[in-house]
């Protein structure tokens, strides 16, 4: 068999190619576990933030507050959820890892907050918009992880009464 140079030159250009295309497929491994070990790490810095001692004790206020028909000590619980859902919708958190790790607060707080929220949105429709998509999101996890229906994710005034209860007591 005669091998001309030119043969040679195809072969390791062919080569060369392969080469580039194992290392470009490398790079785009490492950047997804790259991506995916962040995502990690942000649920679990945005779940030490909602547990720490000083956000349970926004949260203990904003349901003092709630009972008082008062809703001004829930905004700054609002904008956590507000900030999570920017996070979401930009593609920077897992909808599952937030399902998981925050749709029962998530889920009551917008149940709670809704009419007031609706009411600030009168003079702002922008106003908590990403905690609306954030709730809508988790929704659709829920309904799908569980099959859940629209009746079972309703909350009752006794579901209310015991979130209420549980997020006021809170150490």
């Known amino acids: 068999m005669n091998w001309c140079l030119s043969d040679l030159s195809i072969w390791a250009q062919i080569i060369s190619a392969l080469v580039a295309a194992a290392g470009f497929i490398g790079l785009a491994i490492q950047i ?84 007031y929220i609706t009411d600030q949105r009168r003079d702002d429709p922008t106003t908590w918009e990403d905690f609306n998509y954030l709730h809508e999101q988790v929704i659709k996890v829920e309904k799908r992880r569980t099959k859940a229906s629209d009746s079972e994710l309703l909350l009752s005034s006794d579901d209310i009464k015991e979130f209420i209860k549980d997020e006021s007591i809170l150490n």
Do not use: C, P
């Open 32 to 115: 997804h576990r790259s991506r995916a070990s962040f995502r990690v790490e942000l649920i679990l810095k945005l779940d030490d933030r909602f547990n720490s001692k000083d956000f349970r004790q926004l949260r203990i206020k904003a349901v003092k507050s709630i009972l008082k028909n008062n809703f001004k000590d829930t905004e700054e619980i609002f904008d956590f959820f507000e900030t999570v859902g920017l996070l979401l919708r930009k593609g920077t958190l897992d909808k599952e890892m937030v399902w998981n790790t925050f749709f029962y607060w998530i889920h009551h707080y917008w149940i709670i907050g809704s009419e």
